[in-house]
């Protein structure tokens, strides 16, 4: 038998002190495994009068939310009911000792074929914010896409700006009326094809009509005098988006699941694979005002498409009549930047900084044990696979986006890459390394490159391989992302996935590095996953090589990727368990189903 002593009179007070300030500290939610189910299948849609069979998930356009939070573990079931094989990324997600979950076809996973299922699981661990999800399988990413929201552990409160009224994810896209996975293959094959109208939340918005029937737009009912958190998500294959909203402006406080320093704007930039978190006060007179999503272009030389804009509706509520109709009355449009002019994307992502105080926040780190200078590039193979074709543009030939004047290419393996590695399989010797620079040195940036001519022809040929690079454990790596104007002069967002990156430095023109390294930024740089470089321009960035996998590095533009512009950095385990890729789950997908 056991006896227990009551405590003194000491002992009493201190308890009671004790569980009277535990009961005024607000309760830490425990951390959940929250769990969907994604069933991706084809539904009829219909917009601008005609009706196309779109891949979705659980029949939504956008997909599914995923809100979380921050510490819990994510259980997705997909259940592939498409008639294509596909994968799901989830964009953003660290994936920390789990590459396994990363959803690249071949890369880290066989594709799910139809009729077949997976179950993806992985954690959220020191992130909070917007990140978002999509399939990493031609150009299906266009129509199976949603949010992934990630919310504080210690509640809304403890957000590092105001808590808002209200959370609305925003997600600009694309609608195709034609086949995505023929639109993809159409693309590598040099055939020009491009979306039929852009989206906000899936909305077309009035700017289209069929058979004089304006389409529906995106509606946000708002409530004078509150604050609103926008999630902005660019899922679109093809732009970079200007998005206002007429009489209102954002206050910037994250970016990329990273907070930023607050920036007060009237205009957000933001390109493929990037999201941004708004704050936006429903401060204007109560009435209507258009929300519109501009798609940007280079300008003339480069090739120009149409101008497909989407609106909504910011509506402010009738608190005095609840039950009035919704005004009629034209909503007041905001004037909005020429789709041509990038100085504004250009000065908006200059703009974003870190957050440096908050605790997710890590130090820049300032030994680089390896340095890049990656050129992004187009060029040109031969279609039967010769040296020698007609080029600019001929049949014989075939457009290829390039980084270092080499165009990546699917490896043709039996397993996933990530398998092979972690066996330390003798296949992995096909990979070719990319390289450090580009193979010559030319005027990166000369506008006259463009246009097919003499000088581009000289540096049109490129290389198709498997491009890698490996990194031992821990190492810093610094990369230099160099726009050029060889066949374009695009911007180009480049994503990395399993990793944050420190955006040091971004400039006009070519870097120069005894100019250029006196303008990073090693106190509060910016932290994304997805990096835009501007037109005929650089970005620096550093990073810790720290998660071992493989982790695809590319272009968002879904053209660009389909086209080459891809590269695997390959992370080496360390010599401690907490440091080295572990076996793949046991429910694992194998690839002799294919």
């Known amino acids: 038998m056991k006896y227990w002593s009551l405590p003194g009179a000491s002992a009493m007070f201190t308890i009671a002190v004790m569980f009277l300030l535990h009961a005024m500290i607000p309760p830490v939610a425990m951390a959940a495994i929250v769990e969907h189910t994604f069933v991706v299948s084809q539904v009829k849609m219909t917009h601008l009068c005609n009706e196309t069979l779109a891949t979705v998930v659980n029949g939504q356009f956008p997909g599914p939310t995923i809100e979380v939070t921050e510490g819990d573990s994510v259980t997705v079931y997909v259940v592939n009911k498409s008639p294509y094989n596909l994968t799901i990324h989830w964009h953003g997600v660290k994936q920390r000792l789990n590459c396994w979950a990363d959803g690249v076809p071949m890369i880290t996973q066989c594709p799910i074929l139809p009729n077949h299922n997976f179950t993806y699981r992985f954690n959220v661990a020191g992130q909070e914010g917007t990140l978002w999800w999509h399939a990493h399988t031609s150009f299906l990413q266009a129509t199976v896409h949603g949010a992934i929201i990630i919310r504080p552990r210690h509640g809304p409160n403890s957000y590092p700006f105001p808590k808002p009224h209200k959370e609305i994810p925003i997600i600009i896209g694309e609608w195709w009326q034609i086949d995505l996975a023929q639109a993809d293959l159409d693309i590598a094959n040099s055939v020009d094809v491009y979306f039929s109208a852009s989206t906000i939340n899936g909305k077309l918005g009035d700017l289209y009509n069929c058979s004089g029937t304006p389409e529906n737009g995106y509606m946000l009912d708002v409530e004078p005098g509150k604050t609103y958190l926008l999630r902005v998500i660019n899922a679109a294959l093809f732009a970079e988006y200007y998005l206002k909203i007429a009489g209102h402006k954002f206050t910037v406080v994250a970016a990329d699941a990273n907070y930023v320093s607050p920036y007060t704007t009237d205009v957000i930039a933001i390109a493929p694979g990037e999201t941004l978190d708004a704050l936006v006060v429903a401060d204007a007179a109560p009435g209507r005002y258009y929300m519109v999503a501009l798609p940007t272009q280079s300008p003339e030389p480069d090739p120009q498409s149409p101008v497909l804009i989407s609106r909504g509706i910011v509506q402010y509520q009738n608190l005095e009549k609840p039950g009035n109709s919704p005004s009629t009355d034209m909503p007041m449009a905001p004037e909005m930047p020429d789709n041509k002019d990038l100085i504004p994307s250009f000065y908006f992502h200059a703009n974003l900084t870190s957050l440096a105080q908050h605790p997710h926040q890590s130090p820049v780190p300032t030994r680089v044990d390896e340095h890049m200078f990656i050129t992004l590039s187009l060029g040109s193979t031969c279609r039967r696979g010769g040296s020698s074709c007609k080029r600019s543009g001929s049949n014989e030939s075939v457009t290829v986006a390039t980084m270092n004047n080499v165009s990546f290419q699917q490896p043709a393996v039996a397993a996933p890459l990530l398998e092979l590695h972690y066996h330390n399989s003798s296949s992995m010797d096909m990979l070719q390394d990319l390289p450090d620079k580009p193979p010559r040195v030319f005027n990166y940036t000369d506008p006259t490159l463009i246009p097919p001519g003499p000088e581009e022809a000289k540096l049109e040929p490129t290389a198709k391989a498997t491009l890698a690079r490996r990194f031992r454990q821990g190492a810093v790596v610094e990369v230099v992302f160099q726009g050029t104007a ?67 590095m590319h272009c968002h533009f879904g053209f660009h990727q389909t086209m080459g512009m891809v590269g695997l950095f390959i992370v080496e385990d360390g010599t401690t368990v907490d440091t080295s890729l572990p076996a793949p789950p046991v429910d694992f997908l194998t690839c002799g189903h294919i």
């Not at 955006?503 to 932290?527: F, H, M």
């Open 486 to 552: 060889l066949l374009q002069s695009e911007s180009n967002p480049m994503h990395l996935h399993g990793h944050d990156v420190f955006v040091l430095a971004q400039g006009e023109g070519i870097y120069d590095p005894a100019r250029d390294t006196a303008r990073y930024n090693l106190v509060n740089p910016a932290i994304k996953n997805t990096v835009h470089v501007p037109r005929l321009g650089w970005v620096a960035i550093r990073f810790v090589a720290d998660n071992p996998g493989i982790w695809y």
